[in-house]
């Protein structure tokens, strides 16, 4: 049946025990709601009315049950939705929490309510159960297409969020991926209830679970083309997004950077975005049981695109530490440990924030006495330990056959520079520079007219230094027969 726009379609399967019947029906309207669908199995009929659904308005659902005993139980499921054009359903809330898991007590009827919110298809399922009459699961199947220019499609959210973010961003996949995190953080806040589970809901609710948070930002990745991968632990119960970044995973928590703590000396919206699993199982320990089992689809050793590499913040943090690493450098300690500032801050916290900072410390050239050192530094709970190994005393260096660093040009000198092959000491030497190389061929500058002078010259083949410069007389006025 097709009414104002809507579309209906109703697939009604009814079970009693171990006997399955399907049966295909459509919706006919009764004279108290503009729609019902209904299912019979074993004498017991189950009927679901309703009246013409308006989106971003609740739509209810009376549900009721004839023959059998005449008492009834009765269950709604979590809707579910798709796009338009799509085939692709997505339970909008959590199926196996709260009010979807439950039946009623024993009653004739029951009013469900349920606001449908964006443009597209959902599925509702209903259910009674007779045991007295041997029924115990007996289910309507109905679909139903709702459209309006004022709740558009998840898909055509998701598209405008990714327009927008292609003209506000360099279009390197590091800032879309940024820019989509920090959108969908505003668009939702974390469901306490527990309820609210999709994309769906995410984006059109603003409200939704870690699933919600996983869904919409999958949805927004691939959109603006960006590789990506749910990560699911079982353990902590928790779920969130890999998604590759120049050829490398990473992973990120849009669900934990959703917070307005302001108590750290950082951007606490940024710590679990492009981490590394080995970071990311400090906050979700059970992590740790899931991407070091081997054939881990998605491993994340980099934290090249992590947010605080990025912007410069996590230098900053070294910065903080480098006197600290000069004088046990200067002393030439070999292993000793610095304290973390930052040790009063939560685990989950401190531990992912050390973990940046030494992948940045290990990044750095250090030095001591002017020679290079190699400095390992790891986290240890709340503190730095570090390794150094330093250059080799020689009393006789044996240096490498050298590397031009700094080219020279026809007028600037250049710059050579050598390395011991015992101690990795350098050293630097000027390199001439080359003096030019002219032509001996001319070259016309300016080619000559009948009425203007032009110019050659010979030009040097390395840059645009020119000598000789000579004149070529103007050439002579060409007259045609003219006209008679």
Not at 79 to 102: F, H, I, Q
Not at 209 to 233: H, V, W
Not at 457 to 463: A, E, G, I, L, V
Request: with cysteine; aromatic share 12%; hydrophobic share 30%.
């Amino acid at each position: 049946m097709k009414k104002k726009g809507i579309k209906l379609f109703s697939l009604l399967i009814s079970t009693m025990v171990f006997i399955c019947n399907i049966s295909f029906v459509k919706a006919e309207e009764t004279s108290a709601y503009a729609y019902s669908d209904s299912a019979t199995s074993n004498g017991v009929t189950l009927k679901v009315e309703w009246n013409e659904p308006v989106l971003g308005e609740p739509t209810t659902f009376h549900v009721s049950a004839t023959g059998g005993s005449g008492i009834y139980k009765f269950n709604m499921e979590a809707p579910s939705y798709t796009n338009p054009d799509e085939l692709a359903y997505e339970s909008v809330a959590d199926p196996s929490r709260g009010e979807w898991t439950k039946y009623t007590s024993e009653c004739e009827s029951q009013d469900y309510t349920f606001t449908m919110m964006a443009t597209g298809t959902y599925n509702f399922r209903f259910h009674v159960m007779d045991t007295k009459a041997g029924v115990t699961y007996l289910r309507t199947n109905t679909y139903i297409q709702v459209s309006s220019p004022n709740y558009p499609s998840v898909n055509s959210i998701v598209q405008n969020a990714v327009t927008r973010c292609n003209s506000e961003t360099n279009g390197s996949d590091y800032s879309k991926a940024l820019w989509l995190h920090d959108w969908l953080l505003e668009q939702l806040d974390y469901d306490n209830s527990l309820k609210w589970s999709s994309a769906e809901s995410a984006l059109t609710r603003s409200s939704g679970t870690c699933q919600a948070y996983e869904r919409a930002y999958a949805k927004l990745l691939s959109a603006a083309g960006i590789e990506n991968a749910e990560t699911r632990d079982t353990y902590d119960g928790h779920t969130w997004n890999a998604m590759k970044l120049d050829g490398k995973w990473y992973q990120v928590d849009c669900t934990w950077d959703d917070s307005s703590e302001n108590y750290y000396n950082f951007n606490r919206t940024h710590l679990y975005f492009a981490l590394s699993d080995e970071l990311m199982a400090i906050a979700h320990q059970g992590h740790n049981k899931i991407y070091t089992v081997e054939g881990y689809a998605t491993p994340s050793n980099s934290l090249e695109h992590n947010y605080f590499v990025q912007n410069g913040d996590a230098q900053q943090w070294v910065e903080s530490y480098r006197n600290r690493i000069q004088e046990n450098l200067n002393n030439k300690n070999t292993e000793f440990s610095i304290q973390a500032d930052n040790s009063t801050y939560p685990p989950s916290i401190y531990g992912i924030q050390n973990g940046i900072i030494a992948y940045v410390m290990n990044q750095n050239e250090w030095f001591a006495n002017g020679k290079k050192v190699e400095l390992a530094a790891k986290t240890n709970d709340k503190q730095f330990d570090f390794t150094v190994t330093y250059s080799v005393d020689c009393t006789n260096h044996e240096w490498d056959e050298g590397k031009v660093t700094t080219k020279p040009t026809c007028t600037t000198k250049g710059v050579k520079t050598f390395t011991c092959k015992n101690c990795k000491t350098t050293k630097t030497e000027e390199v001439n520079a080359l003096g030019h190389d002219y032509s001996k061929n001319w070259t016309i500058d300016k080619k000559a007219t009948c009425t203007e002078e032009g110019s050659k010259s010979h030009h040097c083949t390395r840059c645009d230094s020119k000598k000789d410069v000579t004149i070529i007389s103007k050439t002579s006025h060409n007259y045609d027969e003219g006209f008679s």
